[in-house]
């Protein structure tokens, strides 16, 4: 089975960076997607970025884009997300999930733990 554990999140300021990584392991680097998804408590998850294995093809929330960046390391098996000028509205909980096909994660999906991420002054 699909097993994924992210790590990374913490405190941190307005304007300030921030990089998540997500441990994989029963992966097979092929051509499904893996990408972040995030989500306040009472609101609706919302799809963050996607990369496919396919053809390095990457997708970004409308919100993140030019903020944020999403890579895969088949070598560590880990994806991470490199996050730049942080704003308070990016506060939530970032979970890594697979597959995705752009702003699409099924819900038959796998999906980590969850990592928090507070942007605070």
């Known amino acids: 089975q699909v097993q994924l554990v992210e790590s990374g999140g913490g405190l941190v300021r307005p304007g300030g960076s921030l990089q998540l990584t997500c441990t994989t392991s029963g992966m097979t680097w092929d051509h499904y997607g893996i990408g972040w998804m995030r989500q306040v408590p009472g609101e609706e998850r919302e799809a963050v970025s996607c990369?496919?294995?396919?053809?390095?093809?990457?997708w970004y929330a409308d919100s993140v884009q030019g903020r944020f960046t999403v890579s895969v390391d088949e070598a560590k098996n880990t994806v991470t997300l490199q996050m730049k000028s942080l704003k308070p509205e990016d506060t939530a909980v970032y979970y890594c999930?697979?597959?995705?096909?752009?702003?699409?994660?099924?819900?038959?999906?796998?999906w980590g733990q969850g990592t928090q991420v507070t942007v605070s002054s």
């Open positions: 999930a697979t597959p995705c096909v752009q702003n699409y994660f099924p819900d038959f999906g796998s």
């Open positions: 990369i496919s294995n396919g053809d390095g093809g990457t």
